[in-house]
């Protein structure tokens, strides 16, 4: 049977993580001479967190980065973004 277990969200979750990073690297490309500011909250903030790792080419461009709820906060007194806690 290949229907998805509509309980498995990371399949989804993958997805969206990419498609988030490559627009965001479509955004630098689209304004070559610009600084940015990144603001993510819950995916949004895991999508940022993702593009910085990946896209640091861009660090000199990144004026300002605000990630709230973010789930791959690392751990920081005892807690950690829900990400850090998936298998």
Do not use: W
């Amino acid at each position: 049977n290949s229907t998805p277990d509509p309980l498995d969200f990371r399949e989804g979750l993958i997805e969206s993580v990419a498609l988030g990073v490559k627009e965001l690297d479509n955004l630098f490309m689209a304004f070559p001479n610009e600084e940015i500011v990144l603001i993510g909250y819950s995916l949004g903030a895991m999508v940022i967190s993702h593009f910085l790792e990946f896209y640091s080419k861009y660090g000199s461009r990144i004026k300002e980065v605000i990630l709230i709820a973010n789930p791959c906060a690392p751990l920081n007194n005892g807690r950690v973004g829900i990400a850090g806690q998936l298998n």
